[in-house]
């Protein structure tokens, strides 16, 4: 599976971005995609994931309520649909996908088996 991160961009306080992953291969719907972000200085982190059965989604306490995960397994796409955006959201966001994750692990990026380039987004105050 090979995944492509874009949509990121700079955008005021309070802004918002959809970021898309589009993902190759023949198994994206038998895959859990979750996107992670890295802020300079700082670990990679979990924002949100979607589940191949049944779309199930979760979220960082840190984002719940602005950022929404959604896929359209015809498109092989995944969207993160960013609301209310602030400085601390900056970072590179990354996506990712892996089979066969447990709900314990959704969260764990050492869960996920392939990952895209990501895409830079950055919030002005």
């Known amino acids: 599976v090979q995944l492509q991160a874009s949509g990121g961009g700079l955008v005021h306080s309070g802004g918002s971005l959809r970021l898309s992953c589009a993902a190759s291969g023949d198994t994206f719907r038998r895959q859990t995609i979750g996107w992670f972000r890295q802020a300079p200085g700082k670990e990679r982190e979990f924002v949100a994931t979607?589940?191949?059965?049944?779309?199930?989604?979760y979220y960082a306490d840190s984002v719940k309520g602005r950022f929404t995960i959604s896929r359209d397994n015809a498109k092989n796409t995944v969207y993160l649909a960013m609301n209310s955006l602030q400085p601390e959201d900056t970072a590179v966001y990354y996506c990712a996908a892996g089979p066969g994750i447990i709900l314990s692990a959704v969260r764990e990026s050492q869960s996920y088996t392939y990952w895209g380039q990501g895409t830079l987004v950055t919030v002005s105050s």
């Open positions: 979607i589940r191949s059965s049944g779309g199930h989604t």
